[in-house]
């Protein structure tokens, strides 16, 4: 499970083994939400309301470096790290 990115608390992780559609965790306290790259759109879990929103905009900053993960960990090789939301 590779960390990609920490920010104000939250921790971005994705699974090499995960299932479609190409998403990554975010984790937050106690909280975890389960992120769609391409919309962006919450599958599954929960994060309070604000970092939630900083999760959503960080991955419409990073769309196209988080599918390049997901695709990376796909074909067994380790993701980049991502550069957190500022």
């Known amino acids: 499970m590779p960390e990609l990115s920490r920010f104000f608390g939250i921790v971005i992780t994705m699974y ?3 299932h479609p559609p190409a998403h990554f965790h975010a984790r937050y306290g106690d909280n975890e939400a389960l992120i769609e790259i391409e919309t962006s759109r919450l599958l599954r879990g929960q994060l309070p309301r604000r970092a939630l929103a900083m ?6 900053l990073h769309r196209p470096e988080l599918q390049a993960a997901w695709d990376s960990l796909r074909q067994g ?10």
């Open 16 to 18: 090499a083994r995960d």
């Open 55 to 60: 999760v959503e905009e960080w991955c419409e």
């Open 77 to 86: 090789t380790s993701p980049n790290r991502i550069a957190p939301l500022e």
